[in-house]
């Protein structure tokens, strides 16, 4: 299997338990590890037969933008139900930074791998 992968995705939304999170926008970082098969892209050197990483992305980003979950564990999941429902995606790894969330620590958030039910 190979992986087409997106680093450092950066999108604003609404997440949190606290008050004024659900007032405030913030910044999540998503780093998207997505596995394929880009052998017959390689060979065609067409984007129909691959997996098209803008595509992708502004899936995510729309979606994301306009989320409003209080947990990242549940933003999370409905990503990568995304990814594989939508994209068709055999497996994946998402980690989803809510970067300054926690005093003194620089990055905190969860990291899932997922893979299509057979």
């Known amino acids: 299997m190979d992986i087409i992968y997106l680093k450092d995705l950066r999108i ?7 008050d004024w999170e659900r007032r405030t926008r913030q910044t999540i970082i998503l780093d998207l590890e997505i596995g394929t098969d880009i052998a017959k892209a390689a060979k065609t050197d067409d984007i129909e037969d691959t997996l098209n ?3 992708v992305a502004k899936r995510i ?3 994301v933008e306009n989320s409003e979950y209080q947990l990242v564990e549940t933003l999370a999941e409905r990503i990568s ?3 594989l429902d939508e994209f ?3 497996w994946l790894r998402l980690t989803l930074n809510k970067q300054g969330a926690v005093r003194g ?3 905190v958030g969860v990291i899932i791998e997922r893979d299509k039910k057979k």
């Open 12 to 18: 604003d939304t609404i997440i949190g338990i606290y």
């Open 53 to 55: 990483y803008k595509a």
């Open 61 to 63: 980003i729309s979606f």
């Open 81 to 83: 139900e995304i990814l």
């Open 88 to 90: 068709n995606v055999p």
């Open 105 to 107: 620590v620089r990055d």
